[in-house]
């Protein structure tokens, strides 16, 4: 059995990974340029970076957009750094300006449909699932489908498991630093 002390963790290399995920991160290396740190930091696991990449990267119902609101509003209520950091630089790919997601980062959106979206993700975290009746009827009522609210659940998951895991490891940002607010 390894032997780990308290919250130490480095970021491996691709040399200290297995076969399987050398090629990921090659892939990594292709599409970004770069291994994000806490990819590699996934990597520990012989089956966790392929595995998450794959729940990551499926099919939703939300635009790009719509998931980096999500995933911002996530990473500040579960206080992760490293998330913040990386979708503010995904969030600005995605059209948002510095001052909206600062904005999604307080928990609303000047757009009433983003703002019903924020709010219930915001919520959805918070209360671990028990969210408002006002906050899911207005939800449903800018347009948002119980395919949404499914695909909502999935996405709020997902970062929940990154913000978990930088949480725990503090392994370096790799990211320009999102602003404290």
Do not use: W
Not at 34 to 39: A, D, I, M
Not at 73 to 86: F, P, R
Not at 141 to 149: A, M, R, S, V
């Amino acid at each position: 059995m390894e032997n780990v002390t308290s919250l130490e963790f480095n970021v491996p290399t691709k040399n200290e990974v297995s076969s399987a995920n050398q090629e990921i991160f090659d892939n990594l290396n292709k599409a970004l340029g770069f291994v994000p740190n806490l990819y590699a930091t996934m990597a520990y696991s012989d089956n966790g970076l392929g595995r998450y990449l794959n729940f990551q990267n499926a099919k939703t119902s939300f635009s790009n957009k719509e998931k980096e609101a999500i995933n911002l509003i996530v990473s500040q209520i579960n206080g992760c750094v490293y998330c913040l950091s990386a979708h503010t630089v995904i969030g600005k790919m995605n059209g948002f300006t510095d001052a909206q997601l600062i904005e999604i980062r307080k928990g609303k959106s000047e757009h009433p449909k983003l703002n019903a979206l924020v709010k219930l993700a915001s919520e959805i975290t918070e209360r671990k699932g028990n969210t408002s009746e006002e906050a899911l009827d207005e939800f449903f009522t800018q347009g948002y489908t119980k395919e949404h609210l499914v695909d909502l659940i999935l996405q709020v998951s997902d970062k929940t498991a990154m913000n978990y895991l930088h949480n725990l490891t503090k392994v370096p940002v790799d990211f320009p630093l999102a602003e404290t607010i």
